[in-house]
């Protein structure tokens, strides 16, 4: 079962999303380049809102991005709890080797983390390579896992416990083999048992594993890059900060200059936004329970995420320069589907760009024909919801929905569509 989410929505005088040169993004399609928003860009944005639907004030674990985690939610508690930092640094570093690259961690590693030199950088041993994902209760698990482990090693090795102690060299190896003494099959199988494991954030987008150990989490939320219907339409802008000081009190010179100056560019377009959500596979991610036997996990919580998450497509914009252009939309136009027929974009729709002239009436007419066109072909696999605004009348019909409604109603019917299967 699939539902689907199409928008239109039109940012006037905005750059959302930048490429690596300061310029907006931008996307060849049908022979004329589109402005383009990142699927990451969105996402970042929904997940990350703090306001009315926001995903986090559900009451479920958040998921954790950094490349600090095992420091920050691993080492320092556990530090802070008053376990002794050698001992820590040795066990984290274990737990990291073990879950990233499936392997025991290496033994001289593992030494120089118990007993460093002056120039021994064990913080950055600790830390990821590159940005990992992780959830709130993986972490309180590893953090009692860690903390029983050190406990555990308090009898054989109680230098480390003593203030001033310095533990010899064979001590030292002792301990290492200690703290990387840990069971593959039983870190598995505990985390894999463990409710919403991984946060909601990597239920509903994915978490890319490539150890054994950790679960890769496929994501059930898919999302397009977002593109304008027509040719792009961009504008330098040429601005300038004012030196108020020199301004009020300028030196003998006269120079009333600016204090600085530099160009911009600016973009305006009417965006098609696409999200197609994998139900059984969102309720499996959520729920723990396998994909095909979706029907028995919690559906409550994924259509309340479900509800929450198509109120966000339609209302919130991507964050970029919102004190120079205040980037804030709602969509004009949210279509929703549902059925368990292959998902398929609408961007064809826009293949050959709309004329700018009456953008949303000319997208709107693009739109209704293509699904018309698609529905004849195909026949209509779903059904549908439409909230829209403007010059929607011929929508309907080309469209099979009986009227347009609102964004509110069509959450709640998305939502529905989840619960009374």
Known sequence: ????????????????????????????????????????????????????????????PKSLRSRETFWRRLAQPLIDDGHPAPLVRAVTFALKERLLSDDKAGKRDLKTLIDPDEDDDTREMIDTNQVTIFGVPEMRYLRELASGMIEDAKEDFPVFWQENGEPDSDTVRDAADAMRDISKRDLKKNLKGLKLASGLDAAMFGRMATSDVLAR????????HAFTTHAQESESDYFSAVDELRRDEPEE???????????????????????????????????????????????????EVMERFAQLMATVSPGAK??????????????????????????????????????????????????????????????????????????TGHLKTDDTTTVPALAEWTANQIQTV
């Open 217 to 224: 989490g496929d994501a059930a939320v898919h999302v397009a």
């Open 1 to 60: 079962m699939f539902i689907q989410l199409h928008a239109l929505t039109s940012y006037p005088s905005t750059l959302l999303n930048r490429d690596d040169a300061g310029f907006a993004k931008q996307l060849p399609f049908g022979g004329a380049t589109r402005t383009r928003v990142s699927s990451q860009c969105l996402k970042y944005h929904w997940r990350n809102f703090d306001g009315e639907h926001a995903l986090y004030d559900m009451d479920v």
């Open 322 to 395: 919102l004190g120079s252009t205040a980037p804030y939309s709602y969509a004009q136009c949210l279509f929703a589907e549902a059925g368990t027929a292959q998902p398929r974009t609408l961007a064809n729709a826009f293949q050959t760009p709309a004329p700018t002239q009456n953008v949303l009436e000319n997208s709107y007419e693009k739109l209704g024909q293509y699904v018309d066109e698609i529905d004849q072909m195909y026949g209509v696999q779903t059904d549908r919801r439409l909230a829209a605004m403007g010059p929607s009348g011929t929508l």
């Open 253 to 303: 010179s006269g120079e009333l200059g600016a204090g600085h100056i530099n160009t911009q560019e600016l973009t305006s377009g009417l965006f098609y936004s696409y999200v197609v959500v994998d139900v059984p596979l969102l309720v499996s991610n959520l729920s723990g329970v396998e994909q095909d036997e979706w029907t028995d996990g919690n559906t409550d919580l994924a259509a």
